[in-house]
């Protein structure tokens, strides 16, 4: 069966990651999805790597075909008029609009959701952006580092003797299109009710600090303001933790505090883990410390992946600690179709993430790769715009094309 979300289509004006990346996961849903992008004001994630062979270029990156998987791309030059009505003849024949824009650029280009919904009723706008298109902060600029940082997450990773590191990366870039495609769904679902479309708002930071409710609460319970605890990642459970293996940097996950975990895992490593102390889970809380540097002991002399079939043979839940040579040759992503072989002109053969989820008895996309610069500009403006060959030539002899 077809996918899911086939003869949507939706025009990306978002860069980055967050925009861009709502795209991708609705194009692996069969969506037409068009990114509209400039070469001369190039989305900066054509110019981060890796790049493939170690070649800087903008067509080169591994970290834009990712992202932006599936799509087409228009190049055009948005500080013309001409190309912002192109836009907008654009929007009038699209169900959904992307954009990651700080509050009100869009509007001072005549592309807000005022103007775009006036002249498509139908439409579902998402715009996204650090704080949202509300409130003080909203004209700020950030990527997801600084998300992280407003959300509270950047305060609780670490040790509590060191600075904050908070977690990888930019944090809130990778979190907030899961809601983001939520929302849009929704929406899209409303309009099919309705007739109706709607404009989703939505804060890269706000996103970030619903994965820290458990935090909060302890602060509204009782005004406790969580604080870093290096690896003692869950102060409720016990033995809970990664734990070192025979090797370089080998590590393993165990989570053994429910009783009968414990009586497996006890069993398994005994005499190591004897002592009353450790009988009950007051006990194994109250004397943490010693109960990790004892399993840590045990575990330090162990084969990881020989360790991690003997535990969960045991009914124990734990995994060894993946990097990415894990990943690459992991048995359950191949056997899931988790990757797949993408050809480009550019980089050739590359094995590239695919869809997400299955979704039975309808199907999703196949991996594939991000678009070149403005490779399909022309079949765009034909068939989506509806432009003669003769305007599309004018469009480019004015320079609004790029």
């Known amino acids: 069966m077809s996918p899911p979300l086939a003869g949507l289509r ?31 004001r190039i989305d900066p994630l054509r110019t981060l790597g890796p790049f493939v062979d170690a070649v800087p270029h903008p067509e080169r990156t591994v970290s834009y075909h990712f992202i932006n998987a599936g799509k087409r791309s228009l190049a055009i030059d948005l500080s013309h008029e001409a190309g912002r009505e192109v836009v907008r003849t654009l929007a009038r024949a699209s169900d959904v609009v992307l954009d990651s824009f700080t509050s009100g650029t869009l509007d001072r280009m005549g592309l807000g959701w005022k103007r775009l919904s006036s002249e498509n009723p139908r439409l579902v706008m998402a715009s996204t952006c650090l704080f949202g298109q509300t409130g003080p902060e909203r004209a700020a600029a950030g990527v997801g580092t600084l998300g ?22 930019a944090w ?32 890269q930071a706000e996103a970030g600090l619903q994965f820290l409710l458990p935090e909060y609460l302890r602060y509204a319970a009782n005004g406790d303001v969580p604080g870093r605890r290096g690896a003692d990642v869950d102060p409720h ?38 002592g009353a102390a450790f009988d009950t889970l007051v ?19 162990r084969d990881r992946d020989a360790l991690e079939r003997e535990l969960q043979a045991a009914g124990i839940p734990a995994h060894v600690v993946a990097d990415c040579d894990d990943l690459a040759d992991d048995a359950d992503l191949a056997a899931d179709g988790y990757y ?31 678009p070149r610069i403005g490779d399909s500009t022309d079949a765009v403006l034909r068939d989506v715009a509806g432009f003669s060959d003769e305007h599309v030539a004018a469009l480019r002899r004015d320079g609004v094309l790029e």
């Open 283 to 301: 006990g194994r809380l109250r004397a943490r410390d010693r109960l990790h540097a004892t399993l840590a002991a045990w575990t330090a002399a």
């Open 10 to 40: 939706v025009l990306d004006l978002s860069w980055v990651m967050v925009g861009p990346m709502t795209g991708r996961y609705l194009a692996d849903l069969g969506a037409d999805v068009i990114k509209v992008e400039s070469r001369r």
């Open 340 to 370: 797949g072989p993408i050809e480009d002109p550019m980089i050739g053969r590359q094995r590239m993430r695919g869809a997400q989820c299955s979704i039975a008895p309808a199907g999703t996309m196949p991996p594939r790769p991000a």
């Open 237 to 274: 459970r016990a033995p809970s933790g990664s734990f070192p293996c025979a090797g370089a940097d080998r590590w393993i996950s165990i989570d053994a505090s429910a009783d009968a975990h414990w009586r497996a895992l006890r069993a398994l490593a005994a005499p190591a883990l004897d």
């Open 172 to 203: 809130t870039d990778s979190v907030t299109p899961r809601f983001i495609v939520a929302c849009l769904l929704a929406a899209l679902r409303r309009r099919a009710l309705t007739g109706k479309g709607c404009y989703v708002d939505v804060a």
């Open 148 to 169: 992280a940082a407003y959300s509270g997450a950047s305060h609780l990773v670490g040790w509590p003797d060191r600075p904050p590191t908070g977690p990888f990366s």
